[in-house]
């Protein structure tokens, strides 16, 4: 069956159900990662002129790599999969696109050839091939992480194996994700003297997806793994709190309720997941329904990025209420008493009810109450 997407039109075999995840070589939910992934393209080119090399590491159908060739990207297909290989070369000649299309493993192409701008979209996690990626790509590495599970710590083993790191199953999941995904793959760029900054970084539905930009020094990759840390929470009353350093060093009991349950996770990235800036020219690169199925879903993540506090956990604000025995309000007026009371606060991209502040839970909680009650 043909669609379209994009701009560009598509043969994808068999009948497509959309939001099914298992699909080989086409998933519908993932329009808005390949939305952005376009945009950022565009951002990026912008920034850095002679990007010009862009290598869709694991291609399925093309999908990716056929929009970025229309946008005038040198592109490169790479995939295991013989099927794959054959619909992304017939789909490249059917929108009149020029691409390089690679039967092998993507391991040894990405440690043979050098790239600009590298593009990971496996199936599950993409550790295996990170090492590969950072060390011949030139200027970004984009990835995207599917295992959620093992991410966010709700697959505990799985996770450790994974990424090298304790992740635990926190009600800031989503963050939790993130932040174990941003510290492993800076550690794995760190083992090339290779440093990255995170871009652009979003937790939506199912994946998480980051662009890292490199910068190619053993001084910038010491400064990355200076962003490594961990983050200690108490899983009776939802404190928590943040250290930097790959050594833990566990709070035993909680400083808050004085509980004895408390959890010890990382390495995570403790930094900024994004540059605001950067967001702000995707955001603008981000054109007509048309051309951007997603558009406008694309720009009002943006908009959250942009604003959100750079806090590396982040809260539920109906969780919070549950535990207090309280009921919850407005976001905006929950929100507007934490400023009025001297804190930072914002949303988080992560759900509706999701927030990020410099207050602790104790000083939320003496900041909000009044209103709750």
Known sequence: MRITEGGVELEVPGEQTDGVEESVF???????????????LRAYREREERAESYLDAMTASGIRGVRAAADGWDVTCSDVNEDAIDLARSNLARNDCAGTVEHRNVNALMHEQVFDVIDLDPYGTPMPFADAAFANCRDLVCVTAT??????GAHFNSGVRSYSAVPRNTDYHAEMGVRILLSALARSAARFDVGVEPILTHATSHYVRTYLELEHKATTADAAIDELGHIHHCEDCLYREHEGGLLADPVETCPHCDGNRMLTAGPVWLGTIRDTEFVAAVREEVSAPDEFG???KARELCDELESELDEPTHYDQHKLCRNWGLPANAMDDFLADLREAGYEASRAHYGGTTFKTDASVGEIRAATEENLV
């Open 26 to 40: 086409y998933n519908p939910r993932q329009e808005l990662n390949r939305d952005l992934t376009i945009a950022t």
């Open 294 to 296: 997603t558009a406008e």
């Open 147 to 152: 295992d959620t599970a093992p991410l966010c």
